[in-house]
């Protein structure tokens, strides 16, 4: 019986040593969830971080007069060449090239805003000059303004007339798009021909 008693006893230590054992186990594996769930979030905090700064690298790097001079002398040719008895206006072709916003600014207000064709005595065809003037000030990674002087001839039944205009354009860059587009457009007051307002 003393033996019997003995197994009893020793088993009993046994389970109980076992328990202990798992018991500890458990919560080392608790712990290493917690340290691996705290890992986790970190990690994907430094990649958005890590994602943002690259972006911001990206677009330093294109932050260049003549990358954002080609972007927005691309946006001003689908501003200011175009031909109302193709259906085109000012605002058609801009898509890809500016924001909702600058959109917006750019489109005349209300649903009837619609470019038809027009008949040809009706035509204006509007062509953008070479000898159209850019500034260019970068203001951060990721913006850059650009001031334009800009030269257009309308024809009007064949009647040609040249037009200035002072544009103050702000670009931000679009790294998806890999390039920069027209955010906020503010059109001053037209020039006259010898280069003043009034």
Do not use: H
């Not at 769930?37 to 971080?49: F, S």
């Not at 990674?141 to 009007?156: C, E, G, M, P």
């Not at 037009?163 to 920069?180: F, G, P």
């Amino acid at each position: 019986m003393r033996k019997l008693l003995i197994t009893v006893i020793v088993l009993a230590m046994c389970l109980l040593g076992t328990g202990a054992f798992a018991s500890t186990q458990l919560t080392k594996v608790d712990d290493y969830e917690k340290k691996y769930e705290t890992i986790k979030r970190e990690k994907e905090g430094l990649q958005k971080d890590n994602d943002k700064l690259l972006k911001q690298l990206v677009a330093q790097q294109n932050n260049q007069e003549t990358k954002v001079k080609k972007d927005t002398e691309t946006f001003l040719r689908a501003l200011y060449d175009y031909d109302t008895s193709k259906g085109e206006r000012s605002w058609t072709n801009l898509d890809g090239l500016v924001t909702d916003k600058a959109m917006e600014m750019l489109k005349p207000p209300g649903p009837d805003a619609k470019a038809e064709k027009t008949s040809p005595e009706t035509t204006v065809v509007s062509e953008l000059l070479p000898k159209t003037l850019l500034y260019y000030t970068p203001v951060s990674s990721d913006k850059a303004n650009v001031f334009v002087r800009a030269y257009q001839t309308l024809d009007v039944n064949n009647v040609k007339t040249e037009n200035q205009t002072l544009l103050d354009i702000q670009l931000i860059y679009d790294a998806k798009k890999e390039k920069w587009i027209v955010d906020d457009v503010k059109i001053q007051e037209a020039l006259k021909s010898e280069g003043y307002v009034s």
